[in-house]
């Protein structure tokens, strides 16, 4: 017997054979309505993503204060979300423009890749490594996420600045009543922590580029008990300002 | 003539008719029960949404479809399980589950291959598929298959030994 013949024959074993379920129509159905909601609007997932992302911080000011926080603290919504403003078009400042200035947010660059989600990148100059301070601004940066559209702006790269134009646009209220849950398992550099998912590695390092990677603050979040949700809330220090770019 | 739209009525049915082979063959791809039961579960929800265009006797070979392509969606972005060393445990103690040490170790050791590699052994030996075909789910190359599925066999070719194999149908026997 060739080694193929009996991969075969292991394969096909009983031991994979599995307990049909014995309400499987209607968990199936259940099912599918869960994902009919879930694409019900390509809008609301990109508001739900930036709404948990504006989550993050207010669990992140209640949990313990080490750096890199691992392992899995469970946080609910805020109770009391803020106002929001009608829905309306959002104007992106263009380069240069007042109050934005070029050194601090330069227009973002194509991906050399398509390999993740990330449409645009940050630009690479005047990128700086993570340091000692990077914690305590990540929290800060996360905790002005979803105040408004121009503070937003303030503490983001202009990579991230289209996603959250259109969020912003859409009216983004929904958002916290959604949100609900989420527990964060990593913060902490992109370079080298086991805790960022190699995925989301790959894609940096390979459509944006090393400087980026090397530059790039990660927290690690998602659903309690659910960690094939996790989602990435990714970061870059430019000229001693951390800059929110994107929600993988 | 070719029979379609099975309708939502005989969802059901097909379901309960179908559904041990698909989370057999989940099992297989994922080795994994839990994650199986995640995967069927939600190849067999998207196939649902467009049951009215699925032709009754290609319903089997649709969800299996939509369920490699789930599969491989999946672990494209969180493959960093597998790199990371994390291996699903939930079943090592489960003595119905433990038909074999051959099998057990095979599962394991499937486990550990990259997602792409996995799945093509999966689609050729559990399937039966040529590898043009599988190279059409996939979206890929013939030949990609061909080298994928020459790495797969090569990680598991210790596993493949004829004494392990022997070893292991005395010990069940």
Redesign the interface.
């Known amino acids: 017997m060739t080694a193929e013949e009996r991969l075969r024959r292991l394969m096909r074993d009983s031991g994979w054979s599995l307990p049909a379920w014995p309400d499987a129509d209607a968990r199936v159905q259940r099912a599918a309505r869960r994902q009919r909601l879930a694409s019900a609007s390509i809008v609301a997932a990109v508001l739900l993503v930036v709404g948990t992302a504006a989550l993050v911080p207010l669990a992140l000011l209640d949990t313990a204060s080490a750096p890199v926080a691992t392992g899995h603290k469970h946080m609910t919504a805020h109770p009391s979300p803020p106002q929001s403003p009608p829905p309306r078009p959002q104007v992106i400042p263009p380069v240069g423009s007042a109050g934005f200035p070029a050194r601090i947010y330069p227009a973002a660059v194509k991906p050399r890749l398509a390999v993740s989600a990330l449409s645009l990148c940050p630009d690479a100059a005047g990128l700086e490594a993570p340091g000692s301070a990077t914690p305590a601004a990540a929290k800060i940066v996360l905790h002005q996420l979803g105040r408004g559209f121009k503070s937003d702006l303030r503490v983001s790269d202009r990579s991230a600045w289209p996603l959250l134009a259109s969020s912003w646009q859409s009216g983004r209220t929904r958002l916290f009543a959604r949100a609900g849950r989420a527990s964060v398992r990593y913060s902490g550099p992109l370079r080298s922590s086991p805790g960022v998912p190699a995925a989301v590695k790959h894609a940096i390092v390979a459509g944006c580029g090393r400087r980026v990677a090397l530059s790039t603050w990660v927290i690690v979040y998602g659903p309690a008990g659910k960690p094939a949700l996790d989602a990435a809330i990714l970061f870059v220090t430019r000229r001693g300002h951390m800059l929110f770019y994107s929600a993988d | 003539m070719v029979e379609t739209g099975p309708g939502k009525d005989s969802?059901?049915e097909f379901?309960?008719g179908a559904?041990?082979g698909l989370?057999?063959f989940?099992?297989?791809l994922t080795g994994d029960?839990r994650e199986?039961?995640?995967l069927v579960?939600?190849a067999?929800?998207?196939s649902?949404?467009r049951w009215h265009s699925v032709r009754s006797s290609d319903a089997v070979p649709y969800v299996r479809r939509a369920m490699v392509n789930t599969h491989i969606t999946?672990w494209?972005?969180?493959?960093?399980?597998v790199?990371?060393g994390h291996l699903p445990d939930r079943s090592i103690d489960d003595p119905e589950?433990?038909?074999?040490e051959?099998?057990?170790r095979?599962?394991r050791a499937l486990v550990r291959l990259p997602v792409r590699q996995r799945t093509v052994?999966?689609l050729r030996?559990?399937e039966?598929l040529p590898d043009t075909r599988i190279a059409q789910l996939m979206g890929c190359s013939p030949g990609t298959v061909r080298s994928q599925a020459a790495r797969g066999?090569a990680a598991?070719?210790p596993l493949?030994?004829?004494e392990t194999?022997d070893r292991g149908a005395t010990s069940d026997s």
């Open positions: 969802f059901g379901v309960a559904l041990p989370l057999r989940g099992h297989v029960p199986a039961e995640d579960q939600e067999l929800a998207r649902l949404r999946r494209r972005r969180w493959e960093a399980r790199r990371l589950l433990r038909r074999s051959d099998w057990d095979l599962r052994l999966v030996y559990y039966d066999l598991l070719r493949l030994e004829p194999v």
